[in-house]
């Protein structure tokens, strides 16, 4: 593989591989620190030829954050996203990470509303119909599960079919679900409460990155924050906001900056919990375990509401 690699860098980038070391982190690729005899340091991702699809959706999302993020927030612009040799490879430019701080972390937020925002003006980010449409002009991956991004004109619709309705489809095929179809009560039920939930709410469909926890954040030593593995299209601003609040990691000066910087409508709390549903279901149709109880508790509680 080094030197698969070490020749694909050198045709695709024109640079000369020294070095490279294991980077910790991730559980679908394998992730790289790149030497380069020009004494620069470059970040690769590396995986069988099968996982190219994922790594070039990668590519596509980071491109269309990069071509809406305001200066202050970094989202890495890919180098080159091929196959070499039997691998494929999706190269970065290398950030140096810092510790947190709530000044980073502000900046982070405050950058993710100017990135909501500005995506509005750039319909052109998705080649697809602009902001009065939710979806994406390709289908992508949330971790390594298909995400299917259909357009369309209505936000509950969307929600109900592209996202609840293609994971509860295979949570039914599930193999590691406990009780197989009758894993989770109420499924049904709750495609239709969806609907009631978001019936009012007309959200501007901006570019969201879809797959917000703190693993795909970071501070870098610059001081600005950066945005990492995203699962992009254009969908409710109110996702990001939620799925961060899902497993921890962010300080509310992340939230109390964007709010500052562009308040959410009224109602945002009352949907996190569905929007959130989304991503437990996600994580019980790849990691099973407890993750089907608390997809079932998420379940239970947002029926109980209606």
Same mark, same amino acid.
């Given at each position: 593989?080094?030197?698969?690699l070490?020749g694909?860098?050198?045709?695709?980038l024109?640079?000369?591989?020294?070095?490279?070391?294991?980077?910790?982190?991730?559980?679908?690729?394998?992730?790289?620190?790149?030497?380069?005899?020009?004494?620069?340091?470059?970040?690769?991702?590396?995986?069988?030829?099968?996982?190219?699809?994922?790594?070039?959706?990668?590519?596509?999302?980071l491109?269309?954050?990069?071509?809406?993020?305001?200066p202050a927030?970094?989202?890495?612009?890919?180098?080159a996203c091929?196959?070499?040799?039997?691998?494929?490879?999706?190269?970065?430019?290398?950030?140096?990470l810092?510790?947190?701080?709530?000044?980073?972390w502000?900046?982070?937020g405050?950058g993710?509303?100017?990135?909501?925002?500005?995506?509005?003006?750039?319909a052109?980010l998705?080649?697809?119909?602009?902001?009065d449409?939710?979806?994406?002009?390709?289908?992508?991956?949330?971790?390594?599960?298909h %995400?299917?991004?259909?357009w369309?004109a209505?936000w509950?619709?969307?929600?109900?079919?592209?996202?609840?309705?293609?994971?509860?489809?295979?949570?039914?095929?599930?193999s590691?679900?406990?009780?197989?179809?009758?894993?989770?009560?109420?499924?049904?039920?709750?495609?239709?409460?969806?609907?009631?939930?978001?019936?009012?709410?007309?959200?501007?469909?901006v570019?969201?990155?879809g797959?917000?926890?703190?693993?795909?954040?970071?501070?870098?030593?610059s001081?600005c924050?950066?945005?990492?593995?995203?699962?992009?299209y254009?969908g409710?601003?109110?996702?990001?906001?939620?799925?961060?609040r899902?497993?921890?990691?962010?300080?509310?000066?992340f939230?109390?900056?964007?709010?500052?910087?562009?308040?959410?409508?009224?109602?945002?709390? %009352?949907?996190?919990?569905?929007?959130?549903?989304?991503?437990?279901?996600?994580?019980?149709n790849?990691?099973?375990?407890?993750?089907?109880?608390?997809?079932?508790?998420?379940?239970?509680?947002?029926?109980?509401?209606?």
């Amino acid at each position: 593989m080094a030197d698969a690699l070490a020749g694909w860098l050198h045709k695709a980038l024109g640079v000369t591989l020294t070095g490279r070391s294991p980077v910790g982190g991730g559980c679908i690729h394998r992730a790289w620190r790149l030497e380069l005899a020009c004494g620069a340091v470059l970040f690769a991702k590396t995986n069988t030829a099968e996982a190219l699809p994922l790594l070039e959706a990668e590519a596509d999302g980071l491109r269309a954050l990069a071509a809406a993020a305001p200066p202050a927030l970094v989202v890495p612009s890919p180098l080159a996203c091929e196959l070499a040799g039997d691998q494929a490879v999706l190269v970065l430019p290398w950030l140096d990470l810092a510790g947190g701080s709530l000044a980073g972390w502000s900046a982070l937020g405050r950058g993710l509303a100017g990135l909501h925002r500005a995506s509005l003006e750039r319909a052109g980010l998705d080649h697809g119909p602009g902001q009065d449409r939710y979806g994406w002009s390709l289908n992508n991956f949330i971790g390594s599960t298909h %995400q299917p991004n259909a357009w369309c004109a209505n936000w509950a619709q969307f929600f109900r079919v592209e996202r609840l309705g293609h994971q509860l489809k295979l949570a039914r095929s599930s193999s590691q679900a406990p009780g197989g179809s009758q894993a989770l009560r109420g499924s049904e039920a709750l495609l239709e409460r969806s609907l009631v939930v978001l019936a009012k709410h007309r959200p501007e469909a901006v570019l969201v990155h879809g797959d917000l926890w703190s693993g795909n954040a970071a501070l870098l030593a610059s001081g600005c924050g950066a945005l990492l593995d995203p699962a992009v299209y254009r969908g409710d601003r109110e996702v990001d906001l939620a799925m961060a609040r899902l497993f921890g990691g962010f300080p509310e000066a992340f939230f109390n900056a964007y709010e500052l910087a562009w308040p959410l409508p009224a109602g945002s709390k %009352q949907r996190v919990q569905l929007y959130n549903l989304y991503h437990l279901l996600n994580h019980a149709n790849l990691f099973g375990g407890g993750y089907w109880s608390q997809a079932q508790k998420a379940i239970d509680a947002l029926l109980a509401q209606g």
